[in-house]
T-cell receptor, first 119, second 114 residues
């Protein structure tokens, strides 16, 4: 199956610092990547959708200047949490969707997640 | 807009009991996909099944089975003879066929006690 990795798996940072999370599709080209946020004991909420080479589309209520998304290549998307605050502490999960062909067009493959703790 | 409701927030069973997780979805689309995912304590989402809206055939995979009832917009999931390793949060989700947004239900936490 298709594999998606995330790095780091866990990060602790001080309030006010910026944190970058990487999402990589290891064995397929991801034309679209998605970023989700999951607070404790809650469901996954889509934050934004990014297509390679274009600006990300953010869901309502998600600050695009705070959560910077870059999808510079077909195998890498990054999420940068700028000036992180304790309320940004959450589990961030990415998923990737491949182009048509070997993989089902609408199949999303999830990364293992990144647990962010802001002190 | 789509919506997924998992009415059971938490279910506790004793090992070897069967457990059924309910999922009711809402969508205006005629073609869509339904999913079930397992999220163990480690946090990683584990894909369990995908079903398209035109395939109402029920499916069994080992101890797992799924009952898709399009007439009632339900896609229920049963674990037979539960094991401690089945303890996790289970999410039901829906996406329209040509869509981007995967909409998740609130999840059901299953606790299997030895």
């Amino acid at each position: 199956g298709a594999v998606v990795s995330q790095h780091p798996s866990r990060v602790i940072c001080k309030s006010g610092t910026s944190v970058k999370i990487e999402c990589r599709s290891l064995d397929f080209q991801a034309t679209t990547m998605f970023w989700y946020r999951q607070f404790p004991k809650q469901s996954l909420m889509l934050m934004a959708t990014s297509n390679e080479g274009s600006k990300a589309t953010y869901e309502q209520g998600v600050e695009k200047d705070k959560f910077l998304i870059n999808h510079a290549s077909l195998t890498l998307s990054t999420l940068t949490v700028t000036s992180a605050h304790p309320e940004d502490s959450s589990f961030y999960i990415c998923s990737a969707r491949g182009a048509s062909g070997r993989l089902s067009y609408n199949e999303q493959f999830f990364g293992p997640g990144t647990r962010l703790t802001v002190l | 807009a789509q919506k997924v409701t998992q009415a059971q927030t938490e279910i506790s069973v004793v090992e070897k009991e069967d457990v059924t997780l309910d999922c009711v979805y809402e969508t205006r689309d005629t073609t869509y996909y339904l999913f079930w995912y397992k999220q163990p304590p480690s946090g990683e989402l584990v894909f369990l099944i995908r079903r398209n809206s035109f395939d109402e055939q029920n499916e069994i995979s080992g101890r797992y089975s799924w009952n898709f009832q399009k007439s009632t917009s339900s896609f229920n999931f049963t674990i037979t003879a539960s094991q401690v390793v089945d303890s996790a949060v289970y999410f039901c989700a829906v996406i329209k066929a040509a869509g981007n947004k995967l909409t998740f239900g609130g999840g059901t936490r299953v606790l299997v006690k030895p």
